[in-house]
């Protein structure tokens, strides 16, 4: 499991995707994603936890095996292998030890599928660090048991608050190095709680490891025997995530296509084709159709393999509707009792991801599901620090920052705050004229308090 683990420099990210099928058919999959330190100072610290994962997974890794990559490694390392190259697919990258651009890399355990999004951690690439945890279902922060908690730990909890992620797991590493000492561990413990309550995690799991000698990464550790809880990978197999997808709103169903075969054999037949972004959608259930505003019912749910008795989160489907309404890619099917906020303006929390600054005025296009409309960012309130979570007056945003704004849209959106739902309460900001993403949005305030 040297490959899991060698990707687990600083936080790692594990996404579930709900299959179009029965669950009993295969288990649900997973993706594991990352947040590695700057390289040039930790990678002797982080590579020993990636080096033991990917060992014991073996022939388990799917599409990027080991043996794929040992002629690689070899050539440019001295002694044993450096499966970090596993990731860094960049030419840049292997020569310069450092990790730029988002990689991803599969395996699979015969519990769950994983996919390793690979993603720089140094404050240089907050972008890259906020895509990589924008859809997340688990944050894995690792610690060194020597150095205690970090300033980029504090900055990497932070982000996985801000991206709402779920679940999170404390790795604290290198207990081999610190003799195994409970009170360091339990130490290091209560002071990560401590900030984590001021970011509103919901499930924080510890776990101390060697990584080097395996203690605690697959199997339980005989020598940390005060330690009682799951091994690594056992908690990566079995943290409850489906629950997350369901969200805290009722259901909504973004239409990404309209299917209108006019055919001999389906003369009539006109379906509505996308995914299930939050709950679940059931034959009978009133809806209403934004944003004509009109209310039906479900009539049916149609996959290639057949009629559906449900939907839920990320299943794709194509949605039948009793009445014959007037609807278009772009336009939302959401529950009746629960509608999300159809309005022009709203206040948005927004990571600036390109070059040019951003400034009050400045026009744009605004995607939103299916949605895309033409924006304007009329007013910047403040830029966030992650780090101390603290907020600061700002007349401008640069690459990186983040901060709070209000978007104005030439036509409406149907949106939830994105505390209580990560796919209606999610955007991206457009160049109209390059096509270029310049930011990723989230609805609402999501983190801390305006200055």
């Not at 009993?24 to 590579?47: C, H, M, S, W």
């Not at 401008?396 to 849209?409: A, F, Q």
Request: with cysteine.
């Amino acid at each position: 499991m040297n490959f899991l683990l060698s990707l687990f420099a600083a936080v790692v990210f594990l996404f579930a995707t709900v299959p179009t099928f029965s669950q009993t058919q295969r288990p649900l999959e997973f993706g594991v994603g990352l947040f590695q330190p700057d390289k040039e100072k930790n990678d002797a610290t982080y590579k020993p936890l990636a080096d033991y994962l990917a060992r014991q997974l073996g022939r388990e890794v799917r599409l990027h095996t080991v043996d794929s990559w040992e002629g690689l490694a070899k050539s440019l390392a001295s002694g044993e292998t450096d499966l970090a190259l596993l990731t860094d697919g960049l030419r840049a990258e292997r020569e310069q030890g450092i990790t730029i651009d988002v990689a991803y890399r599969y395996f699979a355990t015969a519990a769950r599928s994983f996919i390793v999004a690979d993603t720089p951690g140094h404050v240089q690439y907050t972008r890259n660090m906020v895509t990589g945890a924008s859809t997340a279902d688990l944050a894995l922060v690792l610690v060194d048991a020597r150095k205690g908690v970090l300033e980029q730990t504090r900055r990497h909890a932070s982000l996985s608050a801000l991206l709402r992620v779920p679940h999170l797991v404390l790795a604290v590493n290198k207990m081999d190095l610190v003799d195994f000492d409970q009170s360091i561990y339990e130490a290091i413990v209560a002071e990560f709680r401590t900030f984590a309550a001021s970011l509103d995690l919901p499930d924080v799991t510890a776990i101390p490891l060697a990584a080097l000698p395996g203690d605690n990464v697959v199997h339980r550790s005989e020598r940390m025997p005060w330690y009682t809880g799951p091994a690594l990978l056992e908690h990566l197999e079995t943290v409850e995530v489906e629950r997350d997808h369901l969200g805290r709103r009722g259901a909504r169903f973004p239409v990404q296509y309209v299917i209108r075969p006019m055919s001999v054999e389906l003369p009539d037949y006109r379906g509505y084709a996308g995914t299930v972004t939050t709950g679940t959608l059931r034959p009978g259930d009133e809806v209403v159709v934004l944003p004509s505003t009109r209310r039906t019912t479900v009539l049916a749910l149609d996959t290639a393999d057949g009629p559906l008795e449900q939907a839920t989160a990320r299943q794709a489907v194509t949605v039948r509707l009793a009445d014959e309404i007037d609807v278009s890619r772009g336009d939302l099917i959401a529950a009746a009792d629960d509608v999300p906020t159809v309005t022009s303006s709203f206040e948005a929390t927004v990571c600036w991801m390109a070059d040019s600054p951003l400034l009050p005025g400045r026009r744009l296009l605004l995607k939103h599901t299916t949605r895309s409309v033409k924006a304007i960012v009329s007013e910047l309130h403040d830029r966030l620090d992650v780090t101390t979570l603290s907020r600061h007056g700002a007349t401008s945003l640069h690459l990186n920052d983040i901060g709070l704004v209000t978007v104005r849209t030439a036509s409406p959106v149907f949106v939830d705050d994105y505390a209580d739902d990560r796919s209606t309460g999610a955007f991206v900001l457009i160049d109209d004229a390059t096509g270029a993403t310049l930011a990723a949005g989230m609805v609402g305030s999501t983190l801390g308090v305006r200055a």
